[in-house]
């Protein structure tokens, strides 16, 4: 396993459409893990392929329930709203509100090549979404409703 480099907003590899898996091999395999030791090493609770530089649709989540690894991530239902403040590991120092569905059902395949369905609620919903979003060259800041300066970050500590 090995820490990868973050890539950060202004690299064009965000902004592109990430390319589905058909074969998970070791590469993908190396990838999964490289991309959660990355993750947990950075402090963040998502991350995406691209965000590592790799256009493949893979992403690894963990909001404190234990690590997903989600190979070809699709939503298929969101209900509801919430409104949450977000960050990205891609885009150090900026904070906003965002409007997120308030629960999505994703459907991908595992680590194993099985299909798995997830059912996420408040902040593994936004995580989801979030890192669906990077996927398809979408960055958090294009959907923030506010931005918040430092002294509102302070406040919501």
Same mark, same amino acid.
């Given at each position: 396993m090995a /820490?990868?480099? *973050? &890539? $950060?907003?202004? =690299?064009? %590899?965000?902004r592109k459409k990430s390319k589905e898996v058909t @074969? *998970? #091999? #070791? @590469? *993908?395999?190396?990838l999964l893990k490289d991309m959660?030791?990355?993750m +947990?090493?950075?402090?963040?609770v998502g991350l995406a392929a691209p965000q590592v530089g790799i256009l493949k649709r893979v992403v690894v989540i963990d909001t404190g329930d234990g690590l997903l690894e989600l190979i070809n991530p699709v939503i298929t239902s969101a209900k509801g709203e919430q409104i949450e403040v977000e960050g990205?590991?891609? %885009?150090p120092g900026l +904070?906003?509100? %965002?409007?997120?569905?308030?629960? %999505?059902? &994703?459907?991908? !395949?595992?680590a194993k090549g099985e299909k798995i369905t *997830? $059912?996420? @609620?408040?902040?593994?919903?936004?995580? !989801?979404?979030?890192? /669906?979003d990077h996927l398809d060259g979408i960055l958090f800041k294009d959907k923030a /409703?506010?931005? !918040? =300066?430092? #002294?509102?970050? @302070? =406040?919501? =500590?």
């Open positions: /820490i990868r480099n *973050i &890539v $950060k907003e202004g =690299d064009e %590899v965000l @074969k *998970i #091999d #070791d @590469k *993908i395999l190396t959660a030791e990355t +947990y090493k950075a402090g963040g990205c590991l891609s %885009v +904070y906003a509100e %965002v409007k997120r569905p308030a629960e %999505v059902e &994703v459907e991908a !395949l595992n *997830i $059912k996420g @609620k408040e902040l593994l919903a936004v995580a !989801l979404c979030h890192e /669906i /409703i506010r931005f !918040l =300066d430092e #002294d509102e970050l @302070k =406040d919501s =500590d």
